[in-house]
Nanobody
Framework: QVQLVESGGGSVQTGGSLRLSCAAF????????MAWFRQAPGKEREGVAI?????????YYADSVKGRFTISQDTAKNTVYLQMNSLKPEDTAMYYC?????????????????????WGQGTQVTVSS
């Protein structure tokens, strides 16, 4: 059993920064993936950033956040981070951490929520103009 606990959300103004954390408890497959998703009211959940759990730093980003968000991990702490810079009002959403216990899948497929086995409870990010 895996439990994911997000933290770090909050309210910022346009152009501000936030860092989200996702602490993983239980077995995490080192050959799998960790990801951040977000869901705004009335919209589908979308993948924004992925990192391979193997520790070599392989990452992938949705076009909407590329160049502004950075996903990273501390394998010793079983924690994944999402550094969000140059935030925009359209980044406002509930942000979720997810874990996939498999190394299969293309980057594009890994942006789909159906590819993940475990989810956190979410942390709210609000960006005001």
């Amino acid at each position: 059993q895996v439990q994911l606990v997000e933290s770090g959300g909050g309210s910022v103004q346009t152009g501000g920064s936030l860092r989200l954390s996702c602490a993983a408890f239980g077995y995490i497959d080192s050959s799998g993936y960790m990801a951040w998703f977000r869901q705004a009211p009335g919209k589908e959940r979308e993948g924004v950033a992925i990192i391979w759990s193997g520790g070599d730093g392989r990452t992938y980003y949705a076009d909407s956040v590329k160049g502004r968000f950075t996903i990273s991990q501390d394998t010793a702490k079983n924690t994944v981070y999402l550094q969000m810079n140059s935030l925009k009002p359209e980044d406002t959403a509930m942000y979720y951490c997810a874990a996939r216990m498999s190394n299969s899948g293309t980057w594009a497929l890994l942006l789909r929520q159906s590819m993940y086995n475990y989810w956190g409870q979410g942390t709210q990010v609000t960006v005001s103009s």
